[in-house]
Nanobody
Framework: QVQLVESGGGLVQAGGSLRLSCAAS????????MGWYRQAPGKQRELVAA???????NYTDSVKGRFTISRDNAKNTVYLQMNSLKPEDTAVYYC?????????WGQGTQVTVSS
């Protein structure tokens, strides 16, 4: 089993920054990939950023140049640094880990960007 605990969401003005953290109950190298998804009201959940076990990184186009995904192997933690936030980034952000052909999810953390 895998537990993912997120933190770092909140309310910020447009142009501001937040950093999300996701602490995993297993070593990062147990997972094929870890990532961040988000879901805005009335919209489908979408991938924001992902990092594979070998360090490959992928971002959705709307966050490229503004968001950075990183990891701390010693802490089994994945981060999402979000800069230049926009109101359209408002959503619940979920941490995801793919382990033994199964998707695990955190509880979600709300990010609200005011204009």
């Amino acid at each position: 089993q895998v537990q993912l605990v997120e933190s770092g969401g909140g309310l910020v003005q447009a142009g501001g920054s937040l950093r999300l953290s996701c602490a995993a109950s297993r070593t990062f190298f147990s997972f094929s990939v870890m990532g961040w998804y988000r879901q805005a009201p009335g919209k489908q959940r979408e991938l924001v950023a992902a990092i594979t076990k070998d360090g490959s990184i992928n971002y959705t186009d709307s966050v490229k140049g503004r968001f950075t995904i990183s990891r701390d192997n010693a802490k089994n933690t994945v981060y999402l640094q979000m800069n230049s936030l926009k109101p359209e980034d408002t959503a619940v952000y979920y941490c995801n880990a793919f382990y033994h052909n199964y998707d695990y999810w955190g509880q979600g953390t709300q990010v609200t960007v005011s204009s």
